[in-house]
């Protein structure tokens, strides 16, 4: 059975790094790798909640339509990981990487788990081990 993903997006420059704040992401990459571990579609949607402070919450709703196992991001919050997880897609948090590196370490296995970041108004974003 074919595994699909979902990337979280943020451009910088002319690169697409994985999102660090998963709620104003532009955009997710959406891939679907077979038995074999090869990239067989890769699909970009939108983010229509993109740069809105509170839509990190209504994105998970909104991903789950692409029919997803997996959603990478760069940092993510408590509600948005336990919305994920309660629609049985697992979360993992890749933050500093460019999309092709995710991705790659995503096929070879070596890019598992997440991390909880509680955002703060006044003081940035702060991930919690």
Known sequence: MNNRIAVAIE???SKEK???HFGR?????VCEIDEQKNIVTQETYFN???????GACQIPGYVKQFNINTIIAGGMGQKAVSNFLAF???VITAPGFLYEEALNLYIQGK???YTVCAHEHHHGHNCRQ
């Open 88 to 90: 049985g897609i697992d």
């Open 25 to 29: 992401c532009s955009k997710f990459k």
């Open 48 to 54: 229509p909640l993109a740069g809105e402070h509170g």
């Open 18 to 20: 994985v999102a660090e």
């Open 11 to 13: 451009e910088e420059e």
């Open 111 to 113: 890019l598992n788990g």
